[in-house]
């Protein structure tokens, strides 16, 4: 089982220690200060996070020996509204048909041999998801008419998270956010693409299962699309013209 540990970064490849530190110090405490300026002179936005502690978590890619603990995760609502994460796959269709349909589509992917996504752990139990792969496998980005592709770039995406309630604002969206770009590169892709909500437009939607944009800026993405005032398309480099 491919795993990796948020303090030794061990398993996954391609993330540096340095990296790590970094990040880490971010989220609990460090200096917001310099670190609001630095995003501001790069025109992007800061919110301080709200998190008092690092926990120790542990990523692994969702196979079918973790499905038992992404089904406790998700519970009987399937995260959201029974979705099941299909929504970027197959679009609002997943509200039209049995919520175990989802679920068990999600299920086949997890035992396809190409995980669907990203489980993080807290000891034994799953605190956090992020599904993650490639762009064209997730055909409802392509309708959306915010979230096109950008260019040809055969990238990656991270479009989506959930986070156990009593672990949020605890670096659990960062630590996703973190081994998703290592699993990326490890698998060739030249960029990983995300579609968070930018808060600090007004009126911006409550909606933060694509997560926040001011939590991927810390973490080397870019804005390199705005159809959408509260929703860029935001990307960073891990091939080789990176």
Sequence with gaps: MCAWNRRSDMAIPGTSRNRIRQWCSIEDGGSHASMRRHYQRHGEPYERPLQDAMLDLTISPLTSEQ????????????ASNGCWCMYWRIGPRYRDRPREDNKHDLKRLAASGQPPGLLAFHGDLAVGWCELAPRTDLRWLAHTRYLQPVDALPVWSIPCFYVRRTHRRQGVMGALIEAAVAVAASAGAPALEAYPVDTTMPAHTHNLFPGVASTF?????????RRKPDRPVMRRGIGASA
Excluded: N, S
């Design 67 to 78: 499905w038992p603990a992404l089904a406790d995760l998700f519970g009987k609502a399937g």
């Design 217 to 225: 800026a810390q973490h080397g993405f870019q804005v390199v699309a």
